[in-house]
């Protein structure tokens, strides 16, 4: 069966190398790029099966439904450019008879400071990532897109290896574009205030530190609890803001 891996891009050159070196099962990798300064368009030019776009970013959602247009095959699978396919798993992308009236949801394994993050909210994790695009689409989403109209969800056995952040700039830039976004699309939508945000960060650092058992998992564990509930704070924060506009 062949699979066209879409690929969104945007100063992704630390990761990207690994990422397309894991695709060899792939019949295609289509990438689309929203401004990367760095070395990112580079690496992915050198990769013998990669297409490059560049367009402006529009939202992950409506992004991810207009690469799956621009590539030539109807099976799609949607990686990041911090996801590395497991072997085993390209194994089994390969063996893959598929129907196209299902999706294909993975497992996830996270990893930080080279370390597997067993909770926080990051274990256990999965998501539908392979999918026909003749039966089904993204959600139009701005941030936390999702897939559509399935009759059928099959789980894989195998994981997708995940590396969100190598340095603790990459939580605050990363928090930085979420709450935007997050603002963005909630805005008149949903009641926001001061005192909301303090009880959704609240909340979030209590789930993530003591429900999701990230207490077990040294600093790594306070320092994405920590990112949890700012990431809320400021979500409701921006939200109200934006509100008010």
């Known amino acids: 069966m062949p699979i066209s891996v879409c690929m969104l891009t945007k100063n992704s050159g630390r990761t990207l190398q690994a990422s397309l070196s894991s695709l060899s099962f792939a019949d295609e990798i289509l990438i689309l790029d929203t401004g990367s300064i760095d070395n990112t368009i580079a690496i992915a030019k050198s990769h013998p099966k ?15 439904n207009r690469a799956a247009s621009l590539a030539k095959n109807d099976w799609i699978l949607a990686l990041d450019s911090d996801e590395e396919i497991s072997q085993p798993l390209g194994l089994e992308l390969q063996a893959l008879s598929p129907d196209p009236h299902s999706v294909y949801e993975i497992r996830f394994k996270n990893f930080y400071n080279n370390k597997q993050i067993r909770g926080c909210g990051w274990d256990p994790e ?7 695009r003749k039966t089904t689409r993204f959600s139009d989403a701005s941030v936390h897109e999702g897939i559509l109209g399935h009759k059928s969800v099959i789980r894989l056995r195998h994981p997708i290896h995940h590396t969100p952040y190598l340095s603790i700039s990459d939580f605050l830039a990363k928090m930085q574009l979420y709450t935007d976004l997050f603002a963005m699309q909630n805005q008149h ?29 040294g600093s790594e564990g306070f320092i994405i609890s920590s ?11 921006k939200l109200a803001e934006a509100n008010r506009s």
């Open 189 to 217: 939508k949903k009641k926001a205030s001061f005192k909301t945000a303090l009880w959704h960060a609240f909340g979030a650092f209590l789930k993530s530190y003591l429900l999701k058992r990230g207490l077990f998992l």
């Open 50 to 64: 990669t297409t490059v776009h560049e367009t402006p970013f529009t939202g992950f959602g409506e992004l991810r």
């Open 227 to 237: 990112y949890n509930a700012m990431t809320a704070f400021y979500k409701y924060l």
């Open 126 to 132: 999965s998501h539908i990532r392979l999918y026909n």
